[in-house]
């Protein structure tokens, strides 16, 4: 079992900057990715970003809605994943979640699905006003 607990969300204006943090415990070293998921009222959950290290792959991904203004990390020392994000924006007002995959077969696949991930934080809310 992976236990996983966000922080770091918060209201923030529009084009300012924020840093999500993910720490992980239990079964961290089975973990072969991680990702940042979001929910936004009245939408599905949907991909933002997603570091894969494991099933022979070493590699990020990026939803086309932050590319070029979020980068996601790892701190091994910490079990801990960041999402730093940059130029928000009113759109990016959402729950952010944050998952982890133990399965290899991640790595035969893009890992930007939800069905994909087994273990999900319980959110942090992020608003950008305008």
């Known amino acids: 079992q992976v236990h996983l607990v966000e922080s770091g969300g918060g209201l923030v204006q529009a084009g300012g900057s924020l840093r999500l943090s993910c720490a992980a415990s239990?079964?961290?070293?089975?973990?072969?990715?991680m990702a940042w998921f979001r929910q936004a009222p009245g939408m599905e959950r949907e991909f933002v970003a997603a570091?894969?290290?494991?099933?022979?792959?070493?590699?990020?991904y990026y939803a086309n809605s932050v590319k070029g203004r979020s980068t996601i990390s790892r701190d091994n020392a910490k079990n801990t994943v960041y999402l730093q994000m940059n130029s928000l924006k009113p759109e990016d007002t959402a729950v952010y979640y944050c998952a982890a995959c133990d399965t290899s077969a991640i790595g035969l696949f893009t890992p930007t699905s939800i069905s994909q991930y087994d273990y999900w934080g319980q959110g942090t809310q992020v608003t950008v006003s305008s």
């Open positions: 239990g079964r961290t070293f089975s973990s072969y990715a």
């Open positions: 570091h894969r290290w494991g099933g022979g792959r070493t590699d990020y």
